[in-house]
């Protein structure tokens, strides 16, 4: 993946460079077209003409203070240029800047090698009428009235003229291009070979480092983010590269600075091109074949392709001063570091996706768990409940069948009978209301029915409740109060409930010692809540399965094991009772030894108390002040 990721960057790259090569070449192209159509049709040169050519053309081009002034340069060997400045509206003839010295060598270098031989230095060119500066009417390519041969053959002269490059001197920045003008006799026909006017058109570098660089970066390079590469346009000198556009701060001063691509705006995309010089086609254009014979109309469309994309070839001196090239860079140091950066961007996101994938795998896995030992809870209170019910039952059908049947006829017998079957209907009762009071503390109720409720009290109301099973079974109860207990703030008769539900389970689970002690008293570290706990000598819980007596349907495999009744809700509904009273249960217990439970709960506040007493007065009627 960072293979394929590197490749495509740099490919995406590489299409940025080339795209921001081709529109500057459009854009140099669409100026220099303008300009010499302008040059072309002007039959003077006389500067309101000029002038109101170039306003035409201003509001036509997106850049058009691009050109900074035109030169025209007629007679290489014994004439000064003629320069004209669109901005101060001004046509003079002058001499040459000093920055032109190597372009105007250069220039006649290729006049005299392309000097038709016998040719005089005086031959045809401009020729001064009073203060007018006039050139010899353009009648470039035969005449028009000839037949379709003709025709022909001067278009092939045209497109000849289209395909001609323009030069472009980069140290400058500067445009040539070779005006021929055929001159020709009174019948129509070439009289000699081409006069040359060279068309110089000098460049604004403002308006390229401020303008048109700014906005083809912003193109190739720009995103909704901002801009993912910095772009610079270095150009060689003869002190070295300096920078002609950067779109980072100090990006590209450098010499040896390393940078993902680079490529060259003009000429050549890669290197400095060779030795050949660019204006030694100016004289032999490449004639491409005919498109075929499919009319005049569709050379016009041909030819006009062709002037709407002109070509543009570097002078090339001997120290590469001005070639300009256009470098990129990632801004993360460059493409590899990208790559490596994304690379760690998606290890991270995979490996997080695989972290969360594994925390769901756990969770799942943590929840077939529980759901599976739920499940197998419930299938064993299902079954204990079921045992639990089928006993009384039992005896209760055993003894009514008896006493139908005639077979109890003593008095005391059916006495003893009917004691039989009140007390496993009582069971059959508390078995029932165990199950409702479970399924009622399921759903979510506030704390209802709080009041002051006092410990002796309850502690003697739960005994009294359990006499008979404690007696039946053999036990002795030790009774262990601390005088002075403070009340406290709970629900009397659930508070008894639960009492009675650890004395149950101290009786069933009490073993061969059968003893059990209720106790009170205040906390030891905490003033504020009072201890009632429940004690016994029996067989006592294991480490690993009093972490689980608070659980619903729980019974630890021991005591399953004794066949020792039970359902495995007492526990868990008399904690939640507990709980709902603002108190807590807790259990200490050690295997073989015996087990404690320990309720505690918090002491009433006066304040407490006041509130509940009046809530109490209100909804009896009663006026404030007075006591029911």
């Not at 960072?2 to 070449?25: C, E, I, K, P, W």
């Not at 302008?38 to 050519?53: D, F, I």
């Not at 980072?248 to 995309?269: H, I, K, R, W």
């Not at 639990?388 to 077979?407: D, F, K």
Request: charged fraction near 20%; glycine fraction near 10%.
């Amino acid at each position: 993946m960072s293979d394929a990721t590197r490749a495509q960057m740099l490919g995406n790259l590489h299409v940025s460079l080339t795209g921001f090569r081709q529109d500057f070449a459009r854009e140099l192209g669409a100026i220099a077209t303008e300009v010499r159509l302008v040059v072309e049709r002007s039959s003077s040169m006389k500067p309101a003409e000029l002038n109101e050519q170039f306003h035409n053309l201003e509001q036509r081009t997106a850049h058009p203070n691009l050109v900074s002034h035109i030169y025209l340069w007629q007679d290489p060997a014994h004439q000064q240029p003629v320069r004209f400045d669109p901005a101060a509206s001004q046509f003079e003839r002058t001499a040459w800047p000093d920055e032109f010295n190597q372009m105007q060598q250069r220039l006649l270098e290729i006049g005299s090698a392309h000097r038709p031989a016998g040719g005089s230095p005086d031959g045809p060119g401009p020729r001064r009428r009073g203060q007018r500066f006039e050139f010899a009417p353009r009648r470039n390519f035969g005449d028009r009235r000839d037949n379709g041969a003709n025709r022909k053959g001067g278009m092939r002269g045209r497109m000849a003229e289209a395909l001609i490059p323009w030069a472009i001197d980069q140290s400058i920045p500067a445009l040539a291009y070779p005006i021929r003008r055929w001159p020709t006799s009174p019948g129509a026909q070439q009289a000699g070979p081409p006069e040359i006017t060279w068309l110089i058109i000098e460049l604004n570098p403002n308006v390229l480092r401020k303008e048109i660089f700014p906005e083809l970066a912003q193109r190739y390079f720009g995103g909704s983010s901002g801009m993912e590469y910095y772009v610079a346009v270095r150009a060689a000198g003869k002190d070295g590269e300096h920078v002609f556009y950067s779109s980072g701060a100090g990006f590209g001063e450098e010499q040896n600075l390393p940078v993902d691509a680079t490529l060259n705006l003009v000429g050549p995309p890669f290197g400095q091109g060779g030795p050949r010089d660019a204006g030694m086609e100016f004289f032999s254009p490449p004639i491409r074949p005919m498109p075929g014979d499919h009319g005049p109309q569709a050379d016009e469309q041909h030819l006009a392709g062709l002037d709407r994309l002109p070509r543009f070839e570097p002078f090339h001196y001997a120290d590469s001063q001005g070639a300009w090239q256009v470098t990129a860079k990632h801004k993360s140091g460059s493409v590899e570091a990208a790559v490596g950066a994304l690379r760690r961007r998606n290890l991270m996101a995979s490996f997080g996706v695989l972290g969360v994938l594994a925390i769901t795998m756990g969770l799942i896995l943590v929840g077939s768990q529980r759901a599976r030992r739920l499940a197998r809870l419930q299938m064993d209170f299902v079954a204990g409940i079921s045992h639990e019910l089928r006993t009384p039952l039992a005896v209760i059908s055993s003894a009514a069948e008896n006493i139908a049947h005639g077979v109890v006829e003593d008095k005391q017998q059916l006495v003893r009978y009917g004691n039989t079957i009140v007390k496993q209907s009582r069971q059959l009762t508390q078995l029932v209301e165990q199950v409702l009071q479970f399924a009622a503390t399921q759903q979510p109720q506030g704390r209802q029915g709080l009041g002051r409720v006092s410990i002796p009290e309850v502690v003697d109301a739960a005994l009294e409740g359990t006499s008979a099973m404690v007696a039946a079974a053999g036990f002795t109860v030790e009774r262990s109060i601390d005088p002075g207990l403070p009340p406290v703030n709970a629900d009397f008769t659930a508070l008894v409930r639960s009492l009675q539900n650890l004395i149950t389970n101290a009786v069933k689970y009490g073993g061969e010692e059968r003893w059990l002690r209720v106790s009170a008293a205040p906390a030891p570290d905490k003033g504020q809540e009072i201890e009632l706990a429940v004690e016994d000598r029996g067989i006592g819980i294991g480490k690993d399965d009093i972490e689980h007596i608070f659980e619903p349907f729980y019974r630890s495999p021991a005591v399953s094991e004794s066949q020792i009744h039970g359902t495995g809700l007492g526990l868990p509904l008399a904690r939640t009772i507990i709980e709902s009273m603002g108190g807590r249960l807790t259990a200490k217990s050690e295997l073989g030894k015996g087990s404690s439970f320990i309720i505690h709960l918090p002491v009433a506040k006066e304040s407490r108390l006041k509130e509940a007493q009046s809530a109490t007065d209100k909804s009896a009627g009663a006026e404030p002040g007075f006591s029911q």
